[in-house]
């Protein structure tokens, strides 16, 4: 059988246009120019708290006249943004017309793991799956992607992803007009033809050493779209929908923003900064303030967190590209002030935690490392602890109501590790104090060489449902840098 891993080890691959692409970076917004596209709300509480969704494949015009096939949850691409109440039951339905399985993973939604959505709760072609998500967090935002093994980084680049709004009835006066002043905005980058205006995900061998990166860049599924804001404070809830690509975010004009809330929820107060650095699957909530009234474009800088291959690809030059546009209304925002304070996160304990473990994410290439695995000298292509990710095995098991300390260690490159149905905190990022906008409850982090994160578990998960632990990366996901716990 041939198998992704074994295709890397196999005879000398030419790298891909999905990498090397120079036009990457080029300064003004040249192409795209429309609307920013915002997704349809679908309030569950407007729904007796029971939502439909269907998974299809539809078309969708990235350039004008020039349908791409593409996937989409009940649409041609993306999905609706959800938004939950925290104690709530959602009864959610969702029907796979795709023509393969699939399945819906939560992202950062705290629910037991046979509601989570992982590989093992497939959803055969025609069949719909029918989990009840009962809410039991704080106010966040949150995102659903396929899961199904060895096919999820195919599903979400064409198109398969949306986000998940939880509400706590905490009002913090913070912008809250969904699409007025309240924008979802999914990043991510693909490979869009120019002449016939398709993507298409066929996999190098370095697509999958080092994930599958897009030369354009789009935000909720249009290239370099406008927003109309008013002016004022205006919260971004800004989603990495990437395969594999990190966005080094910043306004054209340095202004300062501030970062109000991290994957599971708020910040102690707001946190100014003027470049923020997003990986995949990660989210941030940030404040901007428009009042001066002038437009102003985000761009992203290049991608410097490939490894080696950095120095041959976007991440040698300093170039930022253009991301979205914003355009300023006349009409003042609604009156408020920046709070002061947000939500103070509970503090830190690492001395509670009943464990330590340590998990290697191995990368093929620059495999010399291996060694400091717990499981001895095992050298694996892609993996965790020398070992590539196996369905039968339970990796670890935990104890529900406990924290450990899980050590995280990158091999070869950076990896944004992620864990299913469970929060954590930074304790280090590369043996220091994290910056204060990483110091909040999160699910994902972007690990350039070690980091300590106390993991809090909260929701229960069997053996035949486990939770999953993870790079970000899709492609090394696919390829076995994946783990599983159970959680009892
Ligand atoms: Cu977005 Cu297994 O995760
Ligand atoms: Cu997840
Ligand atoms: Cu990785």
Redo the contacts with the bound molecule.
């Keep these: 059988m041939i198998t992704r891993r074994s295709l890397i080890v196999g005879t000398g691959a030419v790298a891909s246009a999905t990498i090397l692409d120079a036009r990457f970076g080029r300064g003004e917004i040249t192409r795209g120019g429309g609307h920013l596209p915002i997704p349809q709300l679908i309030d569950a509480a407007n729904h007796h708290n029971a939502i439909r969704l269907t998974v299809s494949a539809g078309h969708h015009e990235f350039y004008k006249g020039k349908p791409a096939r593409t996937y989409g949850y009940s649409g041609p691409i993306l999905g609706p943004v959800l938004r939950f109440r925290r104690g709530d039951h959602v009864e959610m339905s969702v029907r796979n017309e795709l023509g393969v399985a699939t399945t819906v993973?939560w992202?950062?939604l705290l629910v037991p793991g046979d509601a989570d959505g992982?590989p093992q709760r497939k959803i055969a072609p025609g069949a719909t799956w029918r989990p009840t998500l009962s809410i039991d967090q704080p106010a966040a935002t949150l995102?659903y992607?396929p899961?199904p093994h060895h096919d999820?980084g195919r599903q979400v680049y064409l198109g398969l992803a949306g986000l998940i709004i939880v509400e706590d009835g905490i009002d913090l006066g913070l912008p809250d007009r969904f699409g007025v002043d309240d924008l979802p905005l999914i990043i991510q980058d693909r490979v869009i033809d120019e002449t016939d205006g398709s993507i298409g995900y066929d996999l190098g061998q370095l697509d999958v050493v080092y994930g599958v990166r897009g030369d354009t860049v789009i935000v909720n599924g249009a290239i370099t779209p406008t927003a109309n804001v008013p002016a004022g404070w205006v919260r971004l809830r800004l989603l990495n929908g990437s395969n594999a690509r990190n966005f080094e975010l910043r306004f054209q004009d340095g202004r300062t923003f501030h970062v109000i809330a991290s994957d599971g929820g708020f910040l102690s107060r707001p946190v100014p900064m003027s470049v923020l650095r997003i990986s995949p699957?990660e989210r941030f909530e940030i404040l901007v303030d428009f009042a001066d009234g002038q437009p102003v474009v985000l761009q992203t800088g290049p991608d410097r967190a490939m490894g080696l291959f950095g120095a041959i690809s976007d991440a040698g030059t300093d170039e930022y590209a253009p991301v979205m546009r914003f355009e300023v209304d006349p009409a003042p925002a609604a009156a408020r002030q920046l709070p002061f304070q947000l939500v103070e996160p509970e503090a830190v304990d690492p001395s509670a935690a009943v464990q330590r473990r340590q998990f290697v994410l191995n990368n093929g290439l620059c495999g010399q490392r291996t060694r400091m695995s717990n499981h001895g000298n095992l050298p694996a292509i892609i993996g965790i602890n020398g070992q590539v990710h196996d369905p039968r095995r339970i990796d670890v098991e935990t104890r529900l109501g406990t924290s450990e300390v899980w050590e995280i260690v990158s091999v070869g490159m950076p990896h944004p590790f992620?864990v299913?149905g469970a929060m954590f905190r930074v304790l280090t990022l590369d043996g220091k104090p994290p910056p204060e906008h990483l110091t909040g409850w999160k699910d994902?982090v972007l690990v350039e060489d070690k980091a300590e994160l106390l993991v809090k578990f909260t929701k229960r998960a069997t053996r035949e449902y486990p939770f999953?632990?993870?790079c970000?990366i899709l492609e090394h996901?696919d390829a076995g840098m994946?783990g599983q716990y159970a959680c009892t």
């Design positions: 993973h992202h950062g992982g995102w992607h899961h999820t699957a992620h299913h994902v999953m632990y993870h970000h996901e994946m």
